[in-house]
């Protein structure tokens, strides 16, 4: 928690940038990023988003380069109003209140144009061409290969096996676990890589006047596009049908560089989405754990169910029986 003191010296360093004007700050909401944010209201009304970060975790740095780039080539992100590195302080767009997960009580024809709103800029961002991306001016972080494939599973395995349910796997079942997971890493490494967000959730799209805007993209970097589509489709902070996740699929071959058959999309995101549900598990864990948010936890469910029901047509029969176990330890019926 940001002292008292902080942020005096805060709004007393943010007054020198806006002319000396009298200034209101109000926290929001904390997440899960080494960040705090801060609604900064000006004496005529206005208002932006504070963001004061820890540059321990590097990405955070990263954070106003890659918007100042997704905003260059069409992608909708909040604009860069004020940076003082020095500080450790952002000052971006305010755009209001509302996320993807605001909306998730409407009935889906209400809900849809917002989605596929939300793909159509994902496609652009994953039509991108590697090849000019300005590497020497914009800093992201290393992509997905094997190694960051293994570390989101342990990832997994430590912090909410362990950590959270209290499961200790036995040495012979993780061989054969580890088999299932090198596999899974083979297949989502056979796509060709691309820039995606990696955190595309509902609560990382804002939703303002109608239109969709990326918040929460410095851990952008190279990867597999389904981990970005199943991270939306399988999030688990909102429930969708199955025959709605089958829509968005669609939508986003129909609006991608997707040359392959619908089967083949669904059948890689399905596989990425295990992936990608692993990794959320283990920052819910980690979260509750080592920060003490425990509100992440709420998500737990949600995310086991969307585990289980993908493990249900793949060949992951290790994975599958720690799912379930999981489920039991945590009360949770899948």
């Known amino acids: ?26 926290p929001l909401s904390k997440r899960g990023s080494q960040r705090d944010f801060f609604r900064l209201k000006l004496k005529d009304g206005r208002t932006f988003i504070v963001i004061i970060y820890d540059p321990e975790r590097v990405e955070n740095t990263y954070y106003a380069g890659i918007a100042r780039f ?26 209001g209140d509302l996320d993807l997960f605001s909306f998730k009580d409407l009935d889906w024809e209400m809900r849809k144009p917002l989605y596929e709103k939300t793909i159509l800029s994902l496609s652009r961002l994953h039509r991108y061409p590697l090849e000019n991306f300005p590497s020497t001016e914009v800093r992201i972080a290393e992509g997905f290969d094997a190694l960051l494939y293994a570390w989101e599973r342990e990832y997994f395995i430590e ?34 890589s691309c820039l995606i967000h990696r955190d595309c959730q509902s609560k990382n ?10 918040i929460d993209f410095q851990g ?23 025959k709605e996740r089958e829509e968005l699929i669609r ?18 995101v399905y596989r990425a989405s295990i992936q990608r549900i692993m990794q959320a598990l283990g920052a819910f864990g980690f979260l509750w754990k080592k920060r003490g948010l425990k509100e992440y936890m709420e998500y737990v469910p949600q995310a086991l169910k969307n585990l289980y029901y993908l493990l ?16 039991s330890a945590l009360g949770v019926e899948l």
């Open 1 to 26: 928690m940001i002292s008292e003191e902080s942020i005096l010296h805060i709004r007393e360093f943010l007054s020198k940038f806006f002319s000396g004007d009298p200034l209101e700050l109000s």
């Open 70 to 95: 997704l905003k260059g080539i069409g992608i909708p992100v909040p604009s860069i109003v004020y940076e003082a590195k020095e500080e450790n302080i952002l000052v971006v767009e305010d755009l």
């Open 159 to 192: 912090n909410f096996v362990r950590g959270v349910t209290g499961i200790e796997i036995d040495p012979l079942f993780f061989v054969e676990l580890k088999r299932e997971f090198e596999k899974l890493t083979s297949d989502l490494m056979s796509l060709p």
């Open 205 to 214: 799209v804002m939703v303002k006047e109608g239109s969709v805007y990326f």
């Open 220 to 242: 952008m970097r190279k990867g597999n596009p389904f981990y970005d589509l199943g991270s939306l489709v399988f999030d688990p902070y909102v429930s969708l049908l199955e």
């Open 251 to 268: 939508f986003y071959c129909e609006t991608s560089n997707w040359k392959n058959s619908l089967s083949e999309a669904k059948e890689a």
């Open 312 to 327: 249900k047509n793949e060949r992951m029969e290790k994975l599958k029986e720690l799912v379930i176990s999981c489920g």
